[in-house]
């Protein structure tokens, strides 16, 4: 038989004393292993579970369905989100209208990073913009992100030391180890021809890049933002306005082009 992953989530209609013992009990009746649990948002609970047939969930879900005081929310195969939400205990915030735009703010950093660390061990072309106004910790999150997916992060533009942008890269630096990371402003105001070739090349590659700043490197560039499979918002708090004249007033000091 092959073993298989649920995420299971369940509203609490009335919290006594006892129902996750109850919870527990049933799943171990019915021989599902317990892989991690944890509260998810108010009054609900998520599990990801272990199963060795279907048949295990089709009893579970029935039986459940007789107890008073739940509500199963959601029961399926574990996606990215609902491995999050077991780990850290709450969902990330996703834009109504836009599905691929993620919402953090700076207290929920450990919940970014773990984020996009999964997103940077997938396999493949992936195009991701971050959004957020300076000193936020975008730079910071992509870093500590590139290490928790023991991946190597190498800025093509950045303002993290001082503002800089590359002309090159060794041959061995076009790798899927590496997170290729963009800082749309500095690379719209304050690059040379060489950078673009570099640019335009990196951009071409089936390689995991992240844009800091993506409506302005899309205004002055052929991509657009439909180019992006993840848009990353990060705000000091949730009624921050991200502001591009502010930032932009920011991009006066010296740079270095190497």
């Avoid at 180019?227 to 006066?252: A, G, K, M, Q």
């Amino acid at each position: 038989m092959d073993k298989k992953e649920w995420y299971l989530e369940y509203e609490i209609h009335r919290n006594r004393p006892g129902v996750l013992g109850d919870i527990s009990s049933l799943l171990g009746m019915l021989g599902i292993n317990i892989l991690t649990i944890n509260g998810v948002d108010n009054e609900r609970r998520g599990m990801l579970l272990l199963t060795e047939d279907d048949s295990q969930v089709k009893q579970l879900l029935a039986i459940i369905k007789t107890m008073e005081n739940i509500n199963v929310t959601k029961l399926r195969e574990p996606k990215l989100s609902d491995r999050l939400a077991v780990r850290h205990g709450r969902y990330i915030e996703r834009d109504a209208d836009d599905k691929k735009t993620f919402r953090f703010v700076r207290d929920e950093l450990g919940l970014l990073v773990d984020f996009m660390a999964e997103l940077f061990k997938k396999e493949g072309h992936r195009l991701i913009g971050i959004r957020g106004m300076p000193r936020v910790g975008k730079s910071e999150s992509i870093v500590a992100a590139s290490v928790c997916a023991n991946k190597r992060w190498l800025f093509i533009s950045s303002t993290l030391l001082r503002q800089t942008v590359r002309s090159q890269l060794a041959e061995d630096e076009f790798s899927d180890e590496h997170i290729f990371v963009i800082d749309g402003i500095v690379s719209a105001r304050r690059s040379s021809d060489r950078h673009w070739e570099l640019l335009r090349r990196v951009m071409r590659m089936p390689l995991t890049k992240i844009v800091e700043h993506p409506d302005i490197f899309v205004q002055t560039t052929e991509y657009e933002m439909n180019d992006f499979d993840y848009i990353i918002e990060l705000r000091n708090d949730h009624d921050e306005e991200i502001t591009y004249n502010v930032i932009e007033s920011d991009f006066s000091s010296p740079f270095q082009d190497f």
